[in-house]
């Protein structure tokens, strides 16, 4: 008899033994003998196999007591599942294969820890003489050390108002009972049968060791949570009426709207969101609501920064967002400007180029005024003289030419303040 026959006969006890009324649970459990008894699964028997060979190949109890605390805690089919040259060679031990990684292990020894994410936050383990997992098992759980393997769980904590800690139980129930509904439930048993129509579906098996839990299945995401909510904590939760993007608010153009803006509506119905790279030092009006976007979004980069001042915009549920000069509106329309068109009324404001210090003229009109004048609802400007240089440089027909109007005149402000906060209609196709 070969040396793997034991195992597929023990397999083939498990199961009679189920039908003779021993516990169908989904625990390893071991015969008299000491031999492990591996519960049938929907990864099939040949997996369920190697887990088995894998777990009659431990060492035994007292020989090492960091291999032993590893061990009872240790999941071997998750562990095979990402480890696929150990699965595939039957005489490596799983754990001993994991204890030799020491600090720098891949692979994690259970869906709910990660060493690579442990040492982000307990950088100090990387110098201890024991695993890091060990350490972990050994007393920093119970110092309330996290071995969560997605990161940003003190963000999320921070956006639903609860600790840290509640935040990493609730992952760790929720992935334990998907990783329990893959292996056994009714949901891996689904998957496998699809495997029987199309055999490359059984590829994605070991995809179940690493499922991404909502809300973060990504640190970035929980990077866009927290400053999506840090934004709209610091502007009281609540909409408004209009809202302005501008890099500084001392802008001339920025500054002349929200004083107009004020003659018709409640300073706290105003918004402004600054996103210059520096925090800016000019002061808003009394009562006009503010965040420094640039410092609530500070961990996040360029496009994911775009994405989430978007998702600000619309979610304040304002009548009317017009742009200032701010660079990052500007580059997100790109991406999203349709789409925040479809449901906001949107205008840019743009002042009038200057020189350069190399010779050209230089602003923000000159790399964003053409790609988006026929994407906005209407284009303001600081003076006549650079609404009529936006019309001729660009050559724009009359329809779009109509679009541009000149603010320098107290009554064509007006008429746009009114146009900023009258009923919202949808925007016509274009």
Not at 178 to 202: D, N, Q, S, T, Y
Request: hydrophobic fraction near 40%.
């Amino acid at each position: 008899m070969s040396e793997a026959a034991p195992g597929r006969l023990r397999l083939r006890r498990r199961r009679r033994g189920e039908q003779n009324g021993h516990p169908a649970d989904t625990s390893t459990s071991r015969w008299p003998d000491g031999e492990p008894v591996v519960p049938p699964s929907n990864l099939g028997p040949e997996f369920d196999l190697r887990v088995g060979e894998a777990l009659s190949r431990q060492q035994p109890p007292g020989e090492d007591r960091e291999y032993d605390l590893v061990r009872d805690h240790f999941d071997v089919a998750h562990y095979l599942l990402q480890a696929p040259a150990v699965m595939a060679d039957p005489e490596v031990d799983p754990v001993r294969h994991f204890l030799s990684q020491g600090p720098q292990a891949k692979f994690t020894p259970e869906a709910n820890f990660s060493t690579d994410s442990y040492l982000k936050r307990q950088p100090e383990r990387r110098q201890s003489s024991i695993h890091p997992y060990a350490a972990w098992l050994r007393d920093g759980r119970a110092a309330g050390e996290i071995g969560e393997p997605v990161m940003g769980t003190d963000k999320l904590a921070r956006v639903l108002g609860i600790s840290e800690e509640e935040v990493v139980r609730l992952l760790a129930e929720r992935r334990s009972d998907v990783h329990k509904r893959l292996h056994h439930g009714k949901l891996g048993e689904m998957f496998a049968k699809a495997v029987e129509v199309e055999p490359l579906i059984g590829d994605l098996w070991p995809e179940i060791a690493r499922p991404r839990m909502m809300p973060i299945p990504w640190l970035v995401v929980a990077d866009q949570l927290s400053a999506l909510h840090a934004s709209q904590k610091a502007l009281g939760f609540a909409r408004g009426r209009v809202v302005v993007v501008v890099e500084d608010p001392a802008d001339p153009l920025a500054a002349r709207l929200v004083a107009a803006l004020q003659v018709e509506v409640e300073a706290h119905e105003i918004v402004v969101v600054t996103t210059s790279t520096t925090v800016p030092t000019a002061a808003t009006p009394p009562g006009v609501r503010r965040v420094d976007f640039a410092r609530t979004a500070a961990s996040l980069g360029p496009l994911m920064a775009q994405q989430v001042l978007v998702e600000l915009l619309r979610s304040l549920c304002v009548d009317a967002i017009v742009g200032v000069g701010s660079r990052l509106l500007l580059e997100a329309l790109t991406p999203y400007g349709r789409a925040l068109r479809a449901s906001e009324r949107l205008y840019l404001g743009f002042t009038a180029l200057e020189r350069g210090p190399l010779g050209p003229e230089t602003g923000t009109s000159a790399r964003y005024f053409y790609r988006h004048v026929e994407l906005v609802d209407g284009v303001l400007t600081d003076t006549a003289a650079t609404a009529v240089r936006l019309v001729e440089d660009h050559q724009l027909p009359d329809h779009v030419a109509a679009k541009v109007r000149s603010v320098a005149e107290d009554a064509t402000l007006a008429e746009i303040v009114g146009r900023l906060l009258a009923p919202h209609e949808e925007p016509a196709d274009d």
